[in-house]
């Protein structure tokens, strides 16, 4: 089976105040962080990194590593829109692990035990998500039985929806700390 990562980092940051994914922390940007944190996860056969707004600047603050960028055309509609895009960009992947390019401290780990929950769950279960202690949150892993309907989403959200009408299997992460996304300055702000 084969899992493709899919980094979300395509919207404007309109809460933010601006492109939230070139913000620096701890000397790099936002979005790097989460970037190298699927890299760093084995579990994840290949890396797709969903671009929008400012697009050329997220791609060159990114640099080379072991992924694709996709750029999509219309990261003005929101999330759902650069979800079909990653999720089209998997290929033939098996599964399709959603992160977010706004959550820098997200744990390998967590990538890691959501894959294994996805590669050994039941044929059943269509997706696999992460708990933060009572939180559902990222990472979300979709099962290629998801892709079509995930191409059928619009709007500024992403899956959640989808995944109210089909089996999910919850893994608990949250002893492995806060992958705190940032949606503020005041956000970020903590982070440091």
């Given at each position: 089976?084969?899992?493709?990562?899919?980094?979300l980092?395509?919207?404007?940051?309109?809460?933010?105040?601006?492109?939230?994914?070139?913000?620096?922390?701890?000397?790099?940007?936002?979005?790097?962080?989460?970037?190298?944190?699927?890299c760093?996860?084995?579990?994840?056969?290949?890396?797709?990194?969903?671009?929008?707004?400012?697009?050329?600047?997220?791609?060159?603050?990114?640099?080379?590593?072991?992924?694709?960028?996709?750029?999509?055309?219309?990261?003005?509609?929101?999330?759902?829109?650069?979800?079909?895009?990653?999720?089209?960009?998997?290929?033939?992947?098996?599964?399709?692990?959603?992160?977010?390019?706004?959550?820098?401290?997200?744990?390998v780990?967590?990538?890691?035990?959501?894959?294994?929950?996805?590669?050994?769950?039941?044929?059943?279960?269509?997706?696999?998500?992460?708990?933060?202690?009572?939180?559902?949150?990222?990472?979300?892993?979709?099962?290629?039985?998801?892709?079509?309907?995930?191409?059928?989403?619009?709007?500024?959200?992403?899956?959640?929806?989808?995944?109210?009408?089909?089996?999910?299997?919850?893994?608990?992460?949250?002893?492995?700390?806060?992958?705190?996304d940032?949606?503020?300055?005041?956000?970020?702000?903590?982070?440091?």
């Amino acid at each position: 089976m084969s899992v493709c990562g899919i980094v979300l980092a395509g919207g404007a940051g309109m809460r933010f105040g601006g492109a939230k994914q070139l913000a620096e922390l701890d000397g790099r940007p936002l979005v790097a962080h989460a970037v190298a944190a699927a890299c760093a996860a084995p579990e994840l056969d290949r890396v797709v990194v969903v671009v929008g707004a400012r697009g050329d600047e997220v791609r060159a603050a990114l640099g080379d590593g072991r992924f694709d960028v996709v750029s999509c055309g219309e990261w003005e509609e929101g999330m759902s829109a650069s979800l079909r895009c990653g999720v089209a960009a998997a290929g033939d992947a098996d599964w399709a692990v959603v992160l977010l390019g706004d959550a820098p401290r997200m744990p390998v780990e967590a990538i890691a035990l959501v894959v294994e929950a996805a590669l050994e769950a039941p044929a059943e279960v269509a997706a696999v998500r992460a708990d933060w202690r009572g939180r559902p949150g990222h990472p979300v892993a979709l099962s290629r039985s998801l892709f079509e309907r995930v191409g059928e989403l619009r709007g500024d959200h992403g899956a959640r929806d989808l995944l109210d009408s089909v089996a999910v299997l919850e893994v608990e992460c949250g002893d492995l700390g806060d992958p705190g996304d940032v949606d503020t300055p005041d956000e970020l702000e903590a982070l440091r």
